[in-house]
């Protein structure tokens, strides 16, 4: 299987910054599209913010102007720059990535982001 490596979460203030990164580790794959998703205590996983292999951006109306998402085609690395965090971004941050082959998704072990003062 495809394992995906995450890094950057942490504690953070109202109005910080964080960064947010995800690699393939242990098995080798191209992607065709890679993003980040969050999930809050009781809620729904929820879309942040993809990126295509040919670098189309979406992001949800809540991170817009905020959150950066990029990636690093040699790598395959993603990541997501978070600025202007308040405690609504709270979550458990997951990286996915899309096989170019198969087109099945792969998910990370989640980070945690706490925006609290």
């Known amino acids: 299987q495809v394992h995906l490596v995450e890094s950057g979460g942490g504690l953070v203030q109202p109005g910080g910054s964080l960064r947010l990164s995800c690699a393939a580790s242990?098995?080798?794959?191209?992607?065709?599209?890679m993003g980040w998703y969050r999930q809050a205590p009781g809620k729904q996983r929820d879309l942040v913010a993809t990126?295509?292999?040919?670098?189309?951006?979406n992001y949800a109306d809540s991170v817009k102007g905020r959150f950066t998402i990029s990636k690093d085609n040699r790598k395959n690395t993603v990541s997501l720059q978070m600025n202007s965090l308040n405690p609504a971004d709270t979550a458990v941050y997951y990286c996915?990535?899309?096989?170019?082959?198969?087109?099945?998704?792969?998910w990370g072990q989640g980070t945690q982001v706490t925006v609290s003062s």
């Open positions: 990126i295509t292999s040919g670098g189309s951006t």
């Open positions: 242990r098995t080798i794959f191209m992607f065709s599209a």
């Open positions: 996915k990535a899309t096989n170019i082959a198969t087109y099945l998704d792969y």
